[in-house]
């Protein structure tokens, strides 16, 4: 089983519609990121947590909002979903030194 | 802020020769530097990081990477790559202090391999 674990992998949606990305992982990471990837522009952070209780905004969170509702558990949500939020969605953790490890992602298309 | 900048969107190669990827960050103060690999259709793996010590780093797949503190570069190469080399290849640096760190993404650079 992977260490971190996205659901759902694809989802078709349409403008407007409340959608939630899951994330979990199982390597014991205090620290937890959600990152969108679009073509030519990498990976941008859009929230990150170091920890249950602590919840911090990436240089792109505005139309996002995340839970932490577990070490292990970091969710995702697009309150009402536009097409330029179509992208690839991903989960990473990590441990103190930065270094990622990234879930296999989330196809997410907004109609 | 911090910022990486890659320095090419796309590297053509034929297999067997050599391939730099390069990439230069912003900031000159302490920082851990990573190179991140992306095949098809799925997520980023760790090819090889700096944290301290030699300035050459030596990864998986027979990759390594210089860490140049005067330059603020962390160039990637391979001294002869196969067709399996072709992916996007993300360098990434930590900003922040304290342990409190968060990694920072260049734009990425595709590399295809043709026989």
């Known amino acids: 089983d992977a260490d971190v674990t996205q659901t759902p992998r694809n989802r078709i949606t349409k403008t407007g519609k409340r959608i939630m990305l899951e994330c979990s992982q199982t390597?014991?990471?205090?620290?937890m990121y959600w990152y969108r990837q679009d073509p030519g522009l990498g990976l941008r952070l859009i929230y990150y947590?170091?920890?249950?209780?602590?919840?911090n905004k990436g240089e792109i969170s505005d139309g996002y909002s995340v839970s932490r509702q577990a070490q292990a558990k970091f969710s995702l949500s697009l309150e009402s979903a536009i097409p330029n939020q179509t992208a690839l969605y991903f989960c990473?953790?990590?441990?103190?030194?930065?270094?990622?490890?990234f879930g296999e992602g989330s196809r997410l298309t907004v109609l | 802020a911090q910022s990486v900048t890659q320095l090419d969107s796309q590297v053509p190669v034929f297999e067997e020769a050599p391939v730099e990827l390069r990439c230069n960050y912003s900031?000159?103060?302490?920082?851990?530097l990573f190179w991140y690999v992306q095949y098809p259709n799925q997520g980023l793996q760790l090819l090889l990081k700096?944290?301290?010590?030699?300035?050459l780093v030596k990864g998986i797949n027979g990759f390594e990477a210089e860490f140049n503190k005067s330059q603020t570069s962390f160039h990637l190469r391979k001294p002869s790559v196969h067709i399996s080399d072709t992916a996007e290849y993300f360098c990434?640096?930590?900003?922040?202090?304290?342990?409190?760190?968060?990694?920072?993404f260049g734009a990425g650079t595709r590399l295809a391999v043709h026989p």
């Open positions: 990473a953790t990590s441990a103190n030194t930065g270094e990622l490890f």
């Open positions: 990434a640096v930590t900003e922040g202090s304290g342990g409190y760190n968060k990694l920072i």
């Open positions: 900031s000159s103060v302490s920082v851990y």
């Open positions: 947590s170091f920890d249950v209780k602590d919840i």
């Open positions: 700096y944290l301290s010590g030699s300035t």
């Open positions: 390597k014991g990471h205090d620290r």
